[in-house]
């Protein structure tokens, strides 16, 4: 079965630093990546998507992510963080064959703190 | 503006007691999901629907009930069978459910037990 892995339960960064925020899922065939992020108490919103062709992907926000099949790695980026961007992410991984295609596999989330 | 709506935003849960958790949505979506969230765990799947008056067990359904009788809403009844029912609960849609469609989140229900 399809598993997600985010590296680090917590990263924490001062302002305006570069961040990395890592992801690997465990099964090779094909499929569909995610990254969202949640504000305290709310819902979690896209960020950003793989689907196909490029493997760099930018989102909203200024965030983008690398898609690297050999490593079944998708790891987000940012060049230099704000305040605002203190929240949890989440990156996850739908199957795109099979009875399961649709079902969103999660990790549990890495908390980006970012300080003044 | 559309989107989906969670109510209440805060739930108590008194012991043996079935609670209703209502999600609505004005997207045009076919396909609604379930999913309860735990500190440091993510997110798990509890119910889906593709269409309505269908719906599949995720995950973690047990203790857990669902209906799809408009294809705007999609209620979750967390039924005292469900021994552990404090978590933050969230309903997604997405247009179709094919894995290249993103799925899209209301604000979630925080339930608690008394």
């Known amino acids: 079965a399809q598993s997600v892995t985010q590296l680090d339960s917590q990263v924490p960064v001062f302002e305006e630093a570069p961040v990395e925020l890592r992801c690997n899922y465990s099964?090779?065939?094909?499929?569909?990546l995610f990254w969202y992020v949640q504000y305290p108490n709310q819902g979690l919103q896209l960020l950003l998507k793989?689907?196909?062709?490029?493997?760099l992907v930018k989102g909203i926000n200024g965030f983008e992510a690398e898609f690297n099949k050999s490593q079944t790695s998708f790891h987000l980026r940012k060049p230099s963080v704000h305040i605002s961007d203190t929240a949890e992410y989440f990156c996850?991984?739908?199957?795109?064959?099979?009875?399961?295609?649709?079902?969103?596999?999660f990790g549990k989330g890495t908390k980006l703190s970012v300080k003044p | 503006d559309g989107g989906i709506t969670q109510s209440p935003k805060y739930l108590f849960r008194k012991e043996g007691q079935n609670v209703t958790l209502s999600c609505e949505q004005n997207?045009?979506?076919?396909?609604m999901y379930w999913y309860r969230q735990d500190p440091g765990q993510g997110l798990r799947l509890i119910y889906y629907?593709?269409?309505?008056?269908?719906?599949q067990k995720g995950d973690i359904a047990e203790g857990y009930s669902v209906s799809r009788e408009k294809k705007e809403s999609f209620p979750l009844t967390v039924t005292s069978a469900q021994k552990n029912p404090t978590a933050f609960y969230l309903c997604?849609?997405?247009?179709?459910?094919?894995?290249?469609?993103?799925?899209?989140f209301g604000d979630g229900t925080r339930l608690s037990i008394l």
């Open positions: 099964s090779s065939v094909s499929v569909y």
């Open positions: 629907s593709q269409i309505v008056n269908d719906f």
């Open positions: 996850a991984v739908s199957d795109i064959y099979g009875g399961s295609q649709g079902n969103l596999i």
């Open positions: 997604a849609s997405s247009i179709f459910k094919t894995g290249n469609q993103p799925q899209h």
């Open positions: 997207l045009n979506h076919d396909a």
């Open positions: 793989y689907l196909s062709g490029s493997t």
